[in-house]
């Protein structure tokens, strides 16, 4: 049994073998309908318990269906619902009920300490569908897509523009020691990376390079990734936030600026017209909707690796 919180938990050989899993499952799935359970159906007989503390589309489509290729089936769970740390229950009392219901747990939500302390007390794995730290299956998924664009990612470029301190460029750092890339950060001094993670790179000589200069960022890369400037529970000034964050926009002059055949990545949501233009985000570079039907593809490989 294994947790899937940060991709720093994880040694190198194991991503390259979720990532390598999740290639051959999608090749093998060619021609299936899109519900239709893989031919060797490794869930079948089993149930994830997903828990969303925060709204979610791709995390909650992209699960569900993940589950159902494999065989198994989902309960998905919402906090107001349930004995979640609330009332006359504690969430190791949760965390124990759930762990004689099910096989293994999802949990999306704001506090990455309450994901550690219910993962504490489970019997089962439990995955970080996203916290307010990490999102360790999105980046999963931007490996797989990168590699079936542009090969290998050992040794490519990966430059990252906006607010570098959120759940995603979190992870894209320590993906980058973990899979041995460059990663340029090009972001305002505001909104640094997290002191933490910067740590955790130096001590794993991590090829990072943060700048307050987009554009040095994004020379010669082979992909540019950005995210939403204003995240779900974001507690600050929103127009001024936005208005530190507009040199930092993705378009067609910065795009200019990274190879000629380089990608463009976006998580999702989007903010049309803010962190990236429309004629890039639904341009011949952009590969973010084979990216979101790439986290279904990567979780499965997740699911698999949690249970052994």
């Given at each position: 049994m294994k947790n899937f919180i940060n991709i720093s938990d994880c040694s190198s050989e194991e991503l390259r073998a979720i990532i390598e899993e999740a290639k051959k499952?999608?090749?093998n799935r060619s021609g299936f309908n899109k519900s239709a359970p893989d031919k060797d159906k490794p869930f079948d007989g089993r149930t994830m318990a997903m828990i969303f503390e925060k709204p979610s589309t791709r995390t909650r489509m992209s699960f569900d269906i993940a589950v159902k290729q494999l065989g198994g089936s989902s309960i998905i769970l919402n906090p107001d619902?349930?004995?979640?740390?609330?009332?006359?229950?504690?969430?190791?009392?949760?965390?124990?009920?759930?762990?004689?219901?099910v096989d293994i747990v999802m949990l999306r939500t704001s506090s990455h300490k309450n994901l550690e302390e219910f993962g504490k007390h489970l019997n089962i794995p439990i995955i970080n569908g996203l916290s307010n730290l990490s999102h360790p299956c999105q980046i999963i998924s931007d490996i797989l897509t990168f590699e079936e664009s542009k090969g290998l990612i050992k040794g490519k470029t990966v430059a990252w523009v906006g607010d570098g301190n959120n759940n995603m460029s979190n992870s894209l750092i320590e993906a980058a020691g973990k899979f041995n890339f460059n990663l340029r950060i090009g972001c305002p001094k505001k909104f640094s990376p997290n002191k933490n993670v910067i740590k955790w790179a130096k001590k794993n000589k991590v090829n990072l390079l943060i700048t307050t200069k987009p554009y040095d960022a994004v020379e010669r890369s082979d992909c540019v990734m950005t995210d939403k400037w204003i995240s779900m529970?974001?507690?600050?000034?929103k127009s001024q936030k936005k208005k530190i964050l507009k040199p930092y926009q993705v378009n067609k002059i910065m795009m200019r600026k990274a190879n000629p055949d380089a990608i463009f990545m976006h998580c999702l949501p989007v903010g049309r017209g803010e962190e990236v233009t429309d004629d890039i985000i639904d341009g011949k570079q952009s590969v973010v909707w084979r990216q979101a039907l790439n986290r279904v593809h990567a979780q499965k490989s997740i699911i698999r690796w949690c249970l052994g």
């Open positions: 499952r999608k090749q619902g349930i004995h979640y740390g609330k009332g006359d229950e504690s969430l190791r009392d949760t965390a124990k009920v759930l762990s004689e219901y529970n974001d507690k600050v000034n």
